[in-house]
């Protein structure tokens, strides 16, 4: 998640993210699939951007901009490690109307679940693994920050960054996540050498973003859909959130959204696509 929305110019309204927003689900990686990937990519072995010099986690934020219209829209399902009481309580870190709207829609989407959210919803997480119009990816285990000063979120120490990361794939594949991808978001979406050499090894390619939608404890849904459809590219890689409690509108913003985009000629694709057709791919 990004636990401090950013400003655009075009919209007044300002949204503030906290450290505890979480995401996504619906009631509906055996091994992280480390990816060791081929040349050609294939249905098993997910694209991947080349590691850096040293083997430097790459970092993706968005498709080539001249291959037509595309345009992939991200769910951070982000529960943090210590909201458990939270959801004991009732708090929802779900929110199943807005994967319904984008079964409905017909919209395929990635989904970047932290392994805490996997624990406390296994069935949902598994609904989303099984259903080929999603691709669920890594947003780590605690939701812990992987750099200092971000937007107030506990930090993880170097030595357990990887750790954490592989805790995530662990928590999926126990919630019945058949295949998930070999992509990472930071936490925030804060990161640095010291958490890219981190992770150095692990096969996975942190994939961030171009355009904030702001739905984050947003509750002018009119302004979020200006926001995303003033900010869209060819080739961009919306982040949004999924859950009742802390992003209300974005059931909502995606019905309208959707439908807009369609007008303007984009076809909306899956974050493995983008990447798949990205120079320095693998």
């Known amino acids: ?24 689900g619906t009631a509906g990686p055996s091994g992280v699939a480390k990816p060791s990937v081929s040349a050609s990519p294939s249905a098993t072995r997910p694209p991947v951007l080349t590691p850096g010099p040293g083997g430097l986690t790459p970092v993706f934020e968005h498709g080539p901009r001249t ?5 992939a829209l991200t769910f951070d399902a982000d529960m943090t490690a210590d909201e458990g009481p939270r959801a004991a309580s009732g708090e929802h ?6 994967i319904a709207a ?11 679940m932290t392994g805490r959210w996997a624990d406390q919803y296994p069935a949902e997480a598994r609904t989303l693994g099984h259903d080929p119009r999603f691709e669920v ?10 750099t200092g000063d971000c937007y107030g979120l506990p930090t993880v120490g170097a030595d357990r960054m990887r750790s954490d990361v592989e805790r995530a794939y ?17 936490p925030g979406g ?23 939608s702001g739905d984050a404890f947003a509750t002018d849904a009119d302004a979020v859909v200006r926001q995303v459809l003033d900010g ?27 439908p807009e985009l369609r007008k303007l000629g984009y076809r909306f694709v899956k974050v493995s696509e983008l990447i798949g057709e990205t120079s320095g791919h693998r």
């Not at 804060?190 to 904030?212: F, I, K, P």
Request: charged share 15%; hydrophobic share 45%; net charge positive.
């Open 1 to 24: 998640m990004i636990p401090l929305a950013r400003r655009i110019a075009a919209v007044t309204s300002v949204c503030v993210l906290g450290a505890a927003l979480a995401a996504c």
């Open 67 to 71: 291959l037509g219209k595309q345009v």
């Open 93 to 98: 870190f779900d929110n199943p109307g807005l």
């Open 102 to 112: 984008l079964r409905t829609l017909k919209v395929p989407a990635t989904v970047f």
């Open 137 to 146: 990816a890594n947003h780590s285990y605690s939701h812990y920050a992987f």
């Open 170 to 186: 662990t928590s999926l594949r126990k919630a019945g996540v058949p295949k998930p991808m070999p992509y990472f978001r930071f």
């Open 190 to 212: 804060c990161y640095d050498e010291r958490s890219r050499r981190a992770l150095s090894g692990l096969g996975v390619t942190a994939v961030q973003w171009d355009v904030v």
């Open 232 to 258: 869209v590219k060819p080739g961009s890689v919306v982040v949004m959130h999924c859950t009742r409690s802390a992003a209300p509108t974005t059931e909502s913003v995606v019905r309208r959204v959707v």
